[in-house]
């Protein structure tokens, strides 16, 4: 079974930066298509950007913000997050898709 371990959230100011990890075992990165979701107090859960082999995919409220990448030999994920926004505060998740079970997660708080 998959586990995912998210790291690297943390409170900042509006228009800073953060970089999340996800490290995954069980798995490696390396052939998966991954993505990172994002869940607000009282919200669903919201896709925001995916990597499928050198391809990335954003959502509208992140792109030209947000950036994903991997590291195959680290078998970790990365979000690089810029330009921060106080909508942006959620706790961050990442998975395979299709979806496997979920991790702790990591908060982001975004402070106006």
């Known amino acids: 079974q998959v586990k ?28 998966q298509t991954v993505g990172w979701w994002r869940q607000a107090p009282e919200n669903e859960r ?10 990335t995919d954003y959502g509208d409220s992140v792109k030209g913000r947000f950036t994903i990448s991997k590291d195959n030999a680290k078998n970790t994920v990365y979000l690089q997050m810029n330009r921060l926004k106080p909508e942006d505060t959620a706790a961050y998740y990442c998975n395979f898709i299709p979806l496997n079970s979920w991790g702790q997660g990591t908060q982001v708080t975004v402070s106006s």
Not at 7 to 18: E, I, T
Not at 47 to 54: S, V
């Open 4 to 31: 995912f371990v998210e790291s690297g959230g943390g409170l900042v100011r509006a228009g800073g930066s953060l970089r999340l990890s996800c490290v995954a075992s069980g798995s490696s990165f390396s052939s």
């Open 46 to 55: 919201e896709w925001g950007e995916t990597l499928r082999g050198g391809i």
